[in-house]
Nanobody
Framework: QVQLVESGGGLVQPGGSLRLSCAAS????????MGWYRQAPGKQRELVAA???????NYADSVKGRFTISRDNAKNTVYLQMNSLKPEDTAVYYC???????????????WGQGTQVTVSS
């Protein structure tokens, strides 16, 4: 099994920045792609960003140019740098991982517990 633990959420003003981190542990050799989903109140979960083991990145249109996903394989950690935050970015953000060979367009195999991001003045 794989465990994912997020950190870095919080309250930020519009236009501000936050960086989320997610540390993976357990059977990390099983992990291929990693990413971040989010869920806002009353909305469906959406894939915000994903990064393959080779470093290919994918972003939701709503965050392109503002969010950057990266990973440090030596530390088994994935990051989400969020800049120019908007109130509509308010959501619970979940770290995800897919088993090797599975594409990030499929449902994730592993989920973190989630971290709240609130963008408000």
């Amino acid at each position: 099994q794989v465990q994912l633990v997020e950190s870095g959420g919080g309250l930020v003003q519009p236009g501000g920045s936050l960086r989320l981190s997610c540390a993976a542990s357990g059977s990390i050799f099983r992990i291929g792609a990693m990413g971040w989903y989010r869920q806002a109140p009353g909305k469906q979960r959406e894939l915000v960003a994903a990064i393959t083991s080779g470093g290919t990145r994918n972003y939701a249109d709503s965050v392109k140019g503002r969010f950057t996903i990266s990973r440090d394989n030596a530390k088994n950690t994935v990051y989400l740098q969020m800049n120019s935050l908007k109130p509509e970015d308010t959501a619970v953000y979940y770290c995800n991982a897919w088993e090797r060979g599975r594409h990030y367009s499929t449902p994730p195999d592993y989920w973190g517990q989630g971290t709240q991001v609130t963008v408000s003045s």
